[in-house]
């Protein structure tokens, strides 16, 4: 048993490491090249012409891309914070239950099981302008008389999206905020309500602080996916009206299958790689935080 | 007297705002469902009156039973869309599930250096979105010929599984105190029978949990299959969704129906799994 031998967690470690080069590195190094060709699916030997940076150039200049890159980043921004408040208030609302938390608890966890495909066309079914869920219920009202183009109107179209997008994703939030409101010790509670806190206080500074690392775990496992919003466009705009619901991921695709232009998507997807990659690590440096105060506190 | 009572009447109408705030909460999250549901049932004819239907006049099968009557007589070819979201998901969830136990117990037990650059290596293979890893994964798989087959589709899922299953199944390890296994180990069992003797089981409800969630990613995932796939002979259940959908009209109730096929095995497994599920994501919460 002399020479080289590899340590046990390499080892166990090198079937997942052999299947994610394999799977995601190479292809992305394969796509990165391919950035840098003005690739056509169309013309195969443009695969090997090399054009340097200009791809990335006329990426720089291409005002519907930054439109998309602005949209992609005001969705993210808009879905992440609300789902994390609702996330949080629902998951308060619940904890607050004494009888049937079970039941509840399952409810909450309802809009999980939906694929975002299933979510896409379920809100495009409900956001319709002539048979939807909510024109109906807004005219049975007599809120109003029209109907309400939800999808065919560009800001309208991006609400119905932003509503969708959270709908499926707040539970993420709700289920760890809560798991994390049901581990954490009741005393450092009671000792703030006895030493005068006012319930805003007791929140702020003692219940958030130890609920922190759990929302940040579901941030972290949220910029995981955070692209699962292209089904939902996909189903329920297709990036339309006119591209006013365009994000970065359709138009990627668009570039890609439609146009065939695979060199210039290529560059495109690289940033929103980059965008993905820079989510999660920022969640992730926030969540390593948030448990060493913890640590230190408790 | 007065103060008391009035402090009651406070309470108890905080108590009932309560109760509309959560019965309200719930609603919204339940609404939309139910809905795909009660449409699926009703005729063409109500989803489309003007004005609304609100409640169903007549409960009707004839969505599901014209889905699975096959192509030609309005309904699309479910049974090998199925058949073929069943088989990419389990083999590919197998398969993740134990790279995913080699790498989960890898972090859990041992200490080695760059621990934590080498885990947050593997989820941000994770963040890839799939749209563009599909794009250099289309060329490829065009080239190596397998566009529009199960073991394609099956490889790429693998890969998007794998980082999740490590971090769930490192937290399932971390739960099962180490001294169990060592104290197997004095008794005469090696590491490898100690795994698999006190370790595993002990861990093996989490464990499943990880598989059924993975599962799940595979069953309904979306934006690679519908770029790697083409036919019936690969084509997974959401990207059949997409067949209802033809230039300018939908067929709502036929997609409904497909809706709540696709949800049935979803909705039964998250509910199995729950419990385990929050437990393995949120371990690593407090004490890192």
């Known amino acids: ?298 | 007297m007065d103060e008391n009572s009035s402090a009651r009447l406070k309470r108890r109408l905080l108590d009932i705002v309560y109760r509309i705030g959560l019965f309200l909460a719930m609603l919204t999250i339940c609404l939309p469902g139910l809905w795909i549901v009660l449409s699926s049932l009703r005729p063409t004819v109500e989803i489309m009156a003007k004005p609304p239907v609100w409640i169903p006049q007549e409960v009707s099968f004839d969505a599901y039973v014209a889905m699975f009557s096959g192509i030609g007589k309005g309904g699309i070819p479910v049974i090998e869309y199925f058949r073929n979201s069943l088989i990419i998901s389990v083999t590919s969830t197998v398969i993740a599930v134990a790279i995913g136990m080699a790498g989960g117990y890898a972090f859990a037990r041992y200490r080695f250096r760059g621990k934590s650059g080498v885990f947050l290596g593997l989820m941000l293979t994770r963040t890839v979105p799939g749209i563009a890893l599909s794009l250099p994964l289309f060329f490829l798989y065009v080239r190596l010929g397998v566009i529009d087959t199960h073991f394609g589709l099956i490889l790429a899922y693998i890969a998007l599984n794998v980082p999740f299953t490590i971090w769930l199944i490192d937290g399932f390890f971390r739960q099962v105190p180490k001294d169990l296994a060592e104290a197997a180990q004095i008794d005469g069992c090696t590491r490898w029978q100690a795994f698999w003797q006190v370790e595993f089981p002990l861990a093996g409800p989490g464990i499943a949990s990880a598989a059924i969630f993975a599962f799940l990613t595979c069953w309904n995932e979306f934006a690679l299959a519908s770029q790697l796939t083409r036919s019936v002979s690969a084509k997974t259940l959401p990207v059949g969704l997409l067949d209802y959908t033809a230039e300018f009209t939908i067929d709502w109730r036929g997609m409904c129906a497909l809706a709540v096929v696709m949800i049935i095995p979803a909705l039964t497994l998250t509910f199995i799994v729950q419990k385990h599920l929050v437990g393995g994501l949120t371990s690593g919460a407090v004490k890192g």
């Open chain 1, 1 to 298: 048993m002399k020479g080289f031998k590899p340590s046990a967690p390499f080892l166990l470690l090198l079937p997942a490491i052999i299947v994610l080069a394999a799977v995601v590195v190479v292809p992305l190094i394969l796509s990165l090249y391919s950035s840098f060709t003005p690739f056509r699916l169309t013309k195969p030997e443009t695969f090997f012409v090399f054009i340097g940076f200009r791809n990335y150039l006329s990426i720089l200049s291409n005002t519907d891309f930054w439109w998309a890159f602005g949209r992609t980043v005001l969705l993210l921004t808009i879905a992440l914070n609300l789902e994390m408040l609702l996330g949080l208030g629902l998951a308060m609302l619940v904890e607050k239950a004494t009888r049937g938390q079970r039941i509840l608890r399952t409810l909450m966890m309802f809009p999980m099981m939906f694929s975002p495909i299933l979510v896409g066309f379920q809100f495009k079914f409900m956001f319709n302008d002539n048979i939807g869920l909510v024109n109906n219920a807004l005219q049975s009202l007599g809120i109003t008389r029209e109907a309400i183009p939800w999808l065919i109107e560009g800001h309208l179209a991006f609400i119905a999206i932003s509503v969708a997008e959270i709908w499926s994703s707040t539970a993420i939030f709700a289920i760890l905020i809560l798991a994390g409101l049901l581990a954490m010790p009741k005393e450092p509670i009671e000792a703030a309500r006895v030493d005068g806190c006012t319930p805003w206080q007791t929140f702020r500074y003692v219940t958030w602080p130890f609920v922190m690392p759990f929302a940040y775990i579901a941030m972290t496992i949220r910029s995981l996916d955070v692209a699962r919003a292209y089904d939902i466009v996909k189903i329920m705009t297709d990036g339309g009206p006119a591209g006013r619901t365009e994000l970065l991921w359709t138009l990627v695709a668009r570039t890609a299958y439609s146009d065939g232009r695979m060199g210039m998507a290529n560059a495109m997807a690289y940033f929103s790689i980059l965008l993905s990659i820079a989510f999660t690590v920022y969640f992730f440096n926030k969540l390593a935080a948030a448990r060493t105060q913890i640590g230190a506190e408790w």
